[in-house]
């Protein structure tokens, strides 16, 4: 019924950036809060950052200042760009979105298949 397919994953050296895709699609009503989750190589889930459907953002501290997520509403896609990479911020990172289908009035958390992002020299 609704797909969240992540994308922009990859290696990147210490210090450096990658900018991470998110598309929604599907029988969709509306999307409301989207979010970024990530697994360690630990298999340690955490937050990382979020975006509802006003724009309001919020950030781990882990990250905050050198991780942005944007939202474009008309296309149901978000980004994040991370700049000042280490070697924690390696981990699979998902992607996931609040969704009201057409045939449901309740909302339902879709998650996708996660991109890797490794940091690495």
């Known amino acids: 019924q609704v797909q969240v397919v992540e994308s922009g994953g990859g290696l990147a050296q210490p210090g450096g950036s990658l900018r991470l895709s998110c598309a929604v699609s599907?029988?969709?009503?509306?999307?409301?809060?989207m979010r970024w989750i990530r697994q360690t190589p630990e298999k340690q889930r955490e937050f990382v950052a979020a975006?509802?459907?006003?724009?309001?953002?919020t950030y781990t501290d882990s990250v905050e200042g050198r991780f942005t997520i944007s939202r474009d509403n008309a296309k149901n896609t978000i980004d994040l760009q991370m700049n000042n990479l280490n070697s924690e911020d390696t981990a699979v990172y998902f992607c996931?979105?609040?969704?009201?289908?057409?045939?449901?009035?309740?909302?339902?958390?879709?998650w996708g298949e996660g991109t890797q992002v490794t940091v690495s020299s």
């Open positions: 996931n979105a609040d969704v009201k289908i057409t045939a449901r009035s309740i909302l339902v958390t879709y």
């Open positions: 975006v509802d459907n006003e724009g309001m953002t």
């Open positions: 599907g029988n969709i009503f509306s999307v409301y809060s």
